[in-house]
Structure formats: C-alpha cells, structure tokens
C-alpha cells in the first residue's frame, strides 16, 4: 500500500467523473475560461459522445492524480488527428509534482509522436512544464467587459 503522501496517477473511472467536476469547481469555478461556463456535462461520460468519438476517430481520456486519497490534479486529454490536446487543473501547491506522471500517463495511450497541446494556468505550472521540454506557445488572458444597460 503506498504511504499517504505517494502520489497516485490514474485513468478515470466512469463513476469518478463528479469528483473531477468538483475539483474544477473548487479550483476554478468559472470555467477554464468566461466563454465556456463549467458544466457538469462536460464531465458526464454519455455513451453517445462515445460512440461519436468512435465514428470521427476522436479520443478523449481524463487522467487523475491522488495523493492520500485526495484528488489534486486532472488531466483531460482530447485525440485529434494532428495531435492531442490537453487541459490541466490542478490545486495550488502542486506544481511540479504532478505534470510528468500525468503526462506519461497520456503518453502511454496516445501516440509519443504527435503534437501536444497543453492549456494550463500559468502560474502553477508553467516552469515545471517548460522543464518537461514544452515551449510557450501563447499567453491569454480572457478578459470581459459589460456594457451598462445590457449585453454581455
């Protein structure tokens, strides 16, 4: 049995979907971004998003990392067919002990050739991906503006 503080990496299970919604939640509740609100349904797995995936050649897989029992990061990885494509969540304090077992945990089901992708919060974890040999691609920073009387 591994000790309380060993960090346990694993492919979600179909019933662990809520746990990993609660921790996007916790972490960020708004979303990875404004214009795409968190919603439970985009962790749901449904069986005809897969079957959907199947037909168009898509994969998605959502890995979890554990330390103690406690969920500390989630990596949900999409397949496409110039590469895949990642987004990262994690809590604050994990930076650096997370990202290569999540990454090699992809690795092991998507092709090492391919192209990756990886949105993630800067703060948390960009040097310790920089030192995994990936390069800043681009910064954003989604920003909003609501005009008074109406609109967005």
């Given at each position: 049995m591994p000790a309380a503080s060993a960090l346990t990496v694993s492919i979600r299970k179909w019933g662990e979907w809520e746990e990993e919604?609660?921790?996007w939640k916790e972490v960020s509740p708004s979303g990875s971004a404004w214009n795409t609100p968190l919603m439970k349904s985009t962790f749901r797995p449904a069986l005809w998003n897969r079957l959907e995936g199947i037909l168009s050649g898509d994969r998605e897989l959502?890995?979890?990392a554990r330390r103690g029992g406690r969920l500390e990061a989630a990596l949900s990885a999409y397949g496409r067919f110039s590469g895949w494509e990642g987004v990262l969540i994690q809590r604050p304090g994990t930076g650096g002990a997370v990202e290569r077992e999540l990454l090699d945990a992809v690795g092991r089901v998507f092709p090492p050739d391919q192209a990756v992708l990886l949105e993630t919060t800067p703060a948390v974890s960009d040097e310790s991906l920089i030192q995994l040999g990936f390069q800043r691609r681009r910064i954003f920073i989604w920003m909003r503006y609501t005009f008074p009387g109406?609109?967005?």
């Open positions: 919604y609660a921790l959502h890995v979890l109406g609109g967005l």
